[in-house]
């Protein structure tokens, strides 16, 4: 089967850093295509054209990857959602989507497959075979659509994350694992962040890290940690959202009076582009290979990131250039604003384009 991309992710990994866009199931619910609560993709079959401009936007902002939508597109979730019939001709059909778009830009092609919120280490046997006929499922129809390589991501369980990469190896296909990081000393399954990532690296996979959960700040302490405790590739995927010390976590961010605000009410604490930005430069300092974005993250951040870490992608045409603006500009017609005038031309300055 021909792939949209000549590269391989070997060999894209090899000539510099892969830049990754995840979030969709987050981005697609804001524009009212998912429903918060089960975000089941739906969409797949609801509305493909929206999921296609998603991923076309992705693309042209810079993302190195297109990502199958297929998180929670398993068994145990359709059924939740009344559409068990629909579990193989949406999983087909977000492969599909993805290397119809992929082929506008020679992206590489990335089936997915998730926590899955039925392994029990307690019963690991039991819940464990579950778990693998479930990916099994997916990973089969990926593989049968054709995808470059499979993101195993957001484990809680180190069991279940080599569930996944064990699927992927029986399909030859390269696996990236990701870890969610919600609790401070490690998964679920009482391992370490590091200890996780070591484990599912010595078991084969491509890269591992860290995906969803956590915010630039809180992640990257844990990146420097795993950069320094394994000899592959590193992925980064962080929430664009401000987590602290405090609240390490975006799962846990509360208002004032301590009500939940996850996951439709974290507006008040999303991070900027810029802040996205900034992230991908310290994480490629770092040794970061694979930078990314998740749940929370639009085109406008992915862009931000690309043009942070040198790149110029199509959308860069449209990068923000705030010296033309009639307020925030420093043109002549604001010779007389004073102080704002220059307030404006700094502000210009700051927001303009991220080259280098």
């Known amino acids: 089967m021909t792939r949209p991309s000549t590269t391989t992710l070997a060999e894209r990994l090899a000539a510099g850093t892969v830049l990754g866009a995840e979030g969709y199931v987050f981005e697609l619910e804001r524009r009212g295509y998912i429903k918060a609560g089960p975000f089941v993709p739906e969409v797949i079959l609801d509305a493909p054209d929206a999921l296609r401009e998603l991923h076309r936007e992705l693309l042209a902002a810079g993302a190195d990857v297109m990502v199958a939508l297929t998180y929670y597109a398993h068994r145990d979730k359709l059924r939740d959602v009344g559409r068990g ?33 039925s392994y029990d280490p307690a019963d690991a046997e039991r819940t464990g075979a579950a778990v693998r006929a479930q990916y099994r499922e997916q990973l089969g129809w990926a593989a049968e659509e054709g ?27 390269p696996a990236m694992v990701t870890f969610a990081s919600i609790r401070d000393a490690g998964t679920y399954d009482g391992y370490s962040y590091v200890d996780a990532c070591r484990a599912a690296a010595d078991h084969g996979a491509a890269i591992v890290g860290l995906n969803c ?10 990146l420097a940690r795993i950069r320094e405790g394994v000899d592959v590739p590193v992925a980064a995927q962080p929430v664009p959202f401000a987590t602290s010390a405090a609240t390490p976590a975006f799962e846990s961010l509360a208002d004032a009076e301590g009500r939940r605000l996850f996951p439709i009410q974290l507006e008040r604490f ?40 040198g790149r110029r ?19 002549p017609a604001h010779d007389d604003m004073g102080d704002w005038s220059a307030a404006g031309s700094s502000g210009g300055s700051s927001g303009g384009r991220l080259e280098g």
């Not at 470059?148 to 064990?166: C, Q």
């Not at 930005?277 to 970061?288: E, K, M, T």
């Not at 923000?320 to 043109?331: C, E, F, I, R």
């Open 213 to 222: 959960s956590r915010g630039p700040e809180t992640m990257l302490p844990l």
């Open 313 to 331: 992608p199509p959308a860069s045409r449209y990068s923000p250039a705030m010296d033309l603006h009639p307020v925030m500009g420093s043109t």
């Open 85 to 117: 019939d629909d579990l193989e001709a949406m999983n087909r059909q977000a492969v599909r989507i993805a290397n119809e778009i992929a082929a506008e830009g020679g992206a590489l092609v990335a089936g997915n497959i998730c926590n899955t919120w």
């Open 147 to 173: 995808v470059d390589f499979v993101i195993a991501e957001t484990n809680d369980y180190l069991g279940e994350a080599l569930i996944g990469l064990e699927v992927c190896q029986e399909l030859s296909l």
């Open 270 to 309: 999303a991070l900027t582009r810029f802040e996205m930005a900034d992230f991908a430069r310290r994480a490629v300092d770092l040794g970061v290979n694979y930078v990314g974005i998740c749940c929370g993250g639009g085109p406008h951040h992915v862009r931000a990131m690309a043009e942070a870490i």
